[in-house]
């Protein structure tokens, strides 16, 4: 064999070893705020600081529609109570908006809600900020309601880049969901099980149920992707086997035998023994709990799944969500552990 072909032979190697090779990325961690009221505390910014986090995701407003009036309107404002410090980290405001609010909506309507939220924006003590970012689990039905909204919204806030949460479900199905007008999308891994069925051990994240959207998903979404990973818990309270309430987090006391009876052998279900008060809720007596959570262990699992997804090559892994009652479950070194299987995937 010739110098000639020999080096040819050698630069078709190293192509095909590069091709074989899965792409390494760069990964940013980052942080949703999902609280109505902004006042970051030490421990949370020294965890931020530890993670070498430097966006946040802070939730602005939840829009919804009022159930006795049929009217438009926020449910919550943001209340910032310091923003001292606060510029340290790059700001991208979010906005809750539930899916109801695009069933039935008229143009005029859409053009009026684009004006309030744009009003609400400009007026924001967290201007200025680069992005934008609409949190809605629209539908087939709603999707051309929603989407024009994001238009008009592109319209009205030219120099933004506005971005958009997406569900497993429409990743998985763009073909009938569509994919949102917007720049890039953070894929919501997490919320995979029926949260209304008692059955359900954890509806917050379950890798038997996430993995199928992964397998058989388009080989790439049409727009950028990031990725967010549930750092949160919740207890959900079940009242004549129908679900009730939503408890955020996991309150201490459900392990008081005088109050809950643990139904054994998943300790995670509780049954309440007489009527008692729960973080503020009046529970009665048979009302049924479930307690929700995400181990450190389920957490890199995920991370590991999640890597599989054809992500954009500099991502933004966002934790959700900022609470220091729950940062001291997730050191920082497990962040950056999931951080590195985001980096490196492996490949199935």
């Known amino acids: 064999m010739n110098r000639f072909l020999f080096l040819f032979f050698i630069t078709l190697l190293i192509l095909h070893l590069n091709c074989c090779q899965t792409p390494q990325r760069s990964v940013a961690p980052a942080f949703y705020h999902w609280q109505t009221t902004l006042d970051i505390t030490q421990t949370e ?35 910032i109570k310091d923003t001292t410090g606060l510029y340290k980290w790059e700001i991208t405001p979010a906005i809750f908006i539930t899916n109801a609010v695009f069933k039935n909506i008229s143009a005029e309507k859409t053009d009026w809600l684009v004006g309030k939220i744009v009003e609400t924006c400009k007026a924001s003590p967290l201007q200025p900020f680069r992005e934008l970012q609409f949190d809605c689990d629209w539908t087939a039905s709603t999707r ?31 073909d009938k969901t569509g994919v949102p007008p917007v720049s890039r999308g953070m894929l919501m891994f997490y919320n995979t099980g029926d949260i209304e ?31 967010a990973l549930p750092v949160f818990s919740w207890t959900l309270v079940f009242r004549e086997g129908v679900f009730w309430k939503i408890i955020n987090g996991v309150p201490a006391d459900v392990h008081d035998t005088t109050r809950f009876k643990g139904m054994s052998p998943d300790v995670s279900h509780f049954e309440v023994n007489k009527a008692t008060f729960l973080s503020g809720h009046y529970l009665r007596p048979g009302d049924r709990l479930r307690v929700e959570a995400v181990s450190p262990g389920l957490l890199l699992e995920t991370a590991q799944l999640a890597g599989q997804v054809h992500l954009a090559e500099q991502v933004t892994v966002a934790f959700f969500h900022l609470d220091s009652t729950i940062l001291r479950h997730y050191s920082p070194q497990l962040i950056d552990s999931i951080c590195q299987k985001i980096t490196f995937p492996e490949k199935n």
């Open 45 to 79: 910014s020294d965890y931020l600081d530890a993670i070498g986090c430097k966006k946040l995701y802070v939730k602005v407003l939840d829009i919804g529609v009022n159930d006795v009036s049929g009217a438009i309107e926020p449910f919550s404002h943001l209340e």
């Open 144 to 174: 051309q309601a929603f989407f024009l909204f994001l238009k008009k919204m592109k319209q009205a806030l030219p120099d933004t880049r506005l971005s958009a949460t997406i569900r497993l479900h429409q990743y998985k199905f763009p």
């Open 197 to 227: 069925s008692e059955e359900t051990v954890n509806s917050i994240i379950n890798l038997h149920d996430a993995i199928k959207y992964v397998q058989g998903a388009p080989a790439r979404y049409p727009i950028p992707l990031d990725l």
